[in-house]
């Protein structure tokens, strides 16, 4: 069965690196997006992805913040400086058409120290 | 603002019993309503969609009913299971502009022998 794919498992960083979360979404969808979830908090919405472009994004996707499809497969997130605050968990999503099932990766544990 | 309130916060039960989440929201104009299961650690996994005008939809041994008109969802689980021990979040897709999702909190689930 397909499945979203996400790379590395668990980050860790020191405070004002950059850092890349790297995604593959499933193959044939259209859509991706990317998630967080601070360790014992609700998941947040970050960024929709859509025909090579952002179609939305959240006030917690701020300039620090950017994605990119760079190949045919891959979605990335990237953080430019990480700040403590960006410790949490990143999930990668995608779907196919609209209302479609939207299908999460296993996640990445960001860790900023 | 938009909000999703789920209750309760968290519930255990037996084996074999049924139980039922509850999901209010302020989302509106209102596009669809998703409930997740997500277990520690993992990435949310789809149960069920509904859009506005359907009133219930069924997984398996999940149920989930909408009131568009009271802005409530309710997940019914029958004859639960171990492994039914998770968390269960609902999110509210808003429709007119933006598809920004909203998620809850989500209700923790654990199911004793």
């Known amino acids: 069965e397909p499945e979203v794919t996400q790379t590395p498992s668990h980050q860790v960083t020191q405070m004002g690196q950059e850092v890349i979360l790297r995604c593959v979404p499933i193959s044939n969808h259209l859509y991706f997006y990317w998630y967080r979830q601070i360790l014992g908090q609700k998941v947040e919405f970050l960024v929709s992805f859509y025909n090579n472009e952002i179609s939305e994004k959240s006030e917690i996707f701020d300039d620090q913040f950017s994605v990119e499809r760079p190949d045919g497969s891959n979605f990335t997130l990237k953080i430019r400086s990480t700040k403590l605050e960006d410790s949490a968990m990143y999930f990668c999503a995608s779907n196919g058409q609209g209302y479609n099932e939207q299908f999460f990766g296993p996640g990445t544990r960001l860790t900023v120290l | 603002k938009n909000q999703v309130e789920q209750s309760p916060q968290s519930l255990i039960i037996l084996e074999g019993k049924n139980c039922t989440l509850q999901c209010n929201y302020t989302v509106s104009p209102f596009s669809n309503l998703r409930w997740y299961k997500q277990d520690t650690g993992r990435g949310p996994v789809s149960l069920t969609i509904?859009?506005?005008?359907?009133n219930t939809k069924s997984n398996g041994r999940y149920t989930a009913t909408l009131d568009a008109d009271t802005k409530q969802s309710s997940l019914h689980i029958t004859a639960s299971q171990l492994s039914d021990s998770a968390s269960y979040i609902c999110?509210?897709?808003?429709?007119?502009?933006?598809?920004?999702?909203?998620f809850g909190r989500g209700t923790s689930l654990i199911v004793h022998p």
């Open positions: 999110v509210v897709t808003p429709s007119g502009g933006s598809y920004i999702p909203t």
């Open positions: 509904m859009t506005f005008s359907e």
